[in-house]
């Protein structure tokens, strides 16, 4: 097990239902804008749950072989909404990864092989989503949660 070298990192996280979702990507990729649309999309339900678990900075710790995701303290509750400025929400304190999207992808596969489609963190492996620029990453990360692949 590699614990991680940081305390935090340059991520997002969203519990969707019981599945936690690492947002990762560089800044203005739009970690806290997809964020934000799917605890919209939760509310106009589109999908039967979701809670900022932590936004652009997030803790990272490994328990029992499995990823788990909480806040910085100082920015617990807090999500950027472009435009609008910081914005209190309610969240989750910890929540259990399950899924990796990355944004802003510029070479990400049109139809990823099976390989590609799984993301090491910290020695944990787990599902992975890499989204292009162009891409509409809502719609992508609700098929990935309504859909299982063809293998």
């Given at each position: 097990?590699?614990?991680?070298?940081?305390?935090?990192?340059?991520?997002?996280?969203?519990?969707?239902?019981?599945?936690?979702?690492?947002?990762?990507?560089?800044?203005g990729s739009g970690k806290s804008s997809l964020t934000l649309a799917l605890v919209q999309a939760a509310a106009a339900a589109r999908i039967t749950f979701?809670?900022?678990?932590?936004?652009?900075?997030?803790?990272?710790?490994?328990?029992?072989?499995?990823?788990?995701?909480?806040?910085?303290?100082?920015?617990?509750?807090?999500?950027?909404?472009?435009?609008?400025?910081?914005?209190?929400?309610?969240?989750?304190?910890?929540?259990?990864?399950?899924?990796?999207?990355?944004?802003?992808?510029?070479?990400?596969?049109?139809?990823?092989?099976?390989?590609?489609?799984?993301?090491?963190?910290?020695?944990?492996?787990?599902?992975?989503?890499?989204?292009?620029?162009?891409?509409?990453?809502?719609?992508?990360?609700?098929?990935?949660?309504?859909?299982?692949?063809?293998?």
């Amino acid at each position: 097990m590699v614990e991680p070298a940081e305390p935090s990192i340059h991520a997002s996280a969203v519990l969707v239902g019981s599945r936690a979702m690492l947002i990762r990507g560089p800044a203005g990729s739009g970690k806290s804008s997809l964020t934000l649309a799917l605890v919209q999309a939760a509310a106009a339900a589109r999908i039967t749950f979701a809670r900022l678990v932590a936004d652009d900075r997030t803790l990272i710790e490994i328990a029992h072989g499995r990823l788990l995701a909480r806040p910085v303290c100082e920015l617990a509750g807090l999500l950027e909404v472009r435009g609008l400025g910081i914005r209190r929400l309610p969240y989750e304190p910890v929540a259990v990864v399950s899924h990796v999207i990355d944004l802003a992808v510029a070479d990400a596969a049109r139809l990823p092989e099976n390989s590609v489609r799984k993301a090491d963190v910290y020695g944990v492996i787990l599902p992975h989503l890499e989204i292009r620029p162009s891409a509409d990453p809502l719609a992508l990360v609700l098929a990935v949660l309504s859909t299982t692949c063809v293998d």
